[in-house]
């Protein structure tokens, strides 16, 4: 199973990850985790990734997609995987999906014979700045948390379309309980897998 979690900041795609990753025995890879902690080592790509990530900027497609790319090289990740927090942009998709969905010989397959599946997690903007600025991490004050919104809506939010047009997307409502959610994502991903 080859899943990304999509949805703006606070949806609650990394908890989903988490436990639907734990569930079926399959990596989650959250690029969010692996950029703080190459931030909190002060590694190169962690001290220029710092830069953005406190003006509330999304870190720049170069630097993501070598990150992504040497983790799915990782001998854990051969058996399927959930992604969050990549791709944020079309570039990064289509990038992606020419690394994911790259048949021998032939090129590119199309979304829907590709084994991806984009779970896009959908909460109104009201709900999702009381969930981020009840979690109180540094970098979640309310001008922050709008701008990360501001961003996911011009840049991220055209994901939906590109996945919905390669019949690759899994849309479900996040603003419920966690137990719900969870619930609606088995069902789904298990019609579709």
């Not at 997609?65 to 983790?71: F, G, L, N, P, Y």
């Not at 084994?115 to 009840?134: F, G, H, M, Q």
Request: proline content about 6%; glycine content about 8%; overall charge negative.
């Amino acid at each position: 199973m080859q899943l990304i979690f999509m949805g703006p900041p606070g949806a609650g795609k990394g908890t989903q990850a988490q436990l639907l990753a734990a569930l079926w025995k399959i990596p989650h890879i959250s690029t969010g985790d692996i950029l703080r902690a190459c931030v909190v080592a002060k590694t190169p790509l962690g001290e220029k990734a710092k830069a953005y990530m406190d003006a509330g900027e999304l870190v720049p497609d170069g630097l993501l997609m070598d990150i992504v790319q040497e983790r799915m090289n990782q001998p854990d990740a051969k058996a399927g995987w959930i992604l969050d927090g990549f791709p944020r942009t079309v570039p990064q998709a289509a990038f992606f999906d020419t690394l994911l969905c790259d048949v021998p010989g032939g090129g590119p397959t199309s979304g829907k014979d590709c084994a991806l599946r984009a779970v896009n997690l959908d909460v109104p903007d009201n709900v999702l700045v009381t969930r981020l600025l009840s979690r109180g991490r540094q970098d979640d004050n309310e001008q922050t948390i709008r701008r990360r919104l501001q961003v996911y809506r011009e840049q991220t939010e055209p994901l939906i379309e590109f996945y919905r047009d390669r019949e690759q997307l899994v849309a479900v409502d996040g603003d419920r309980s966690m137990q719900e959610v969870t619930a609606q994502l088995q069902q789904v991903l298990s019609r579709n897998s």
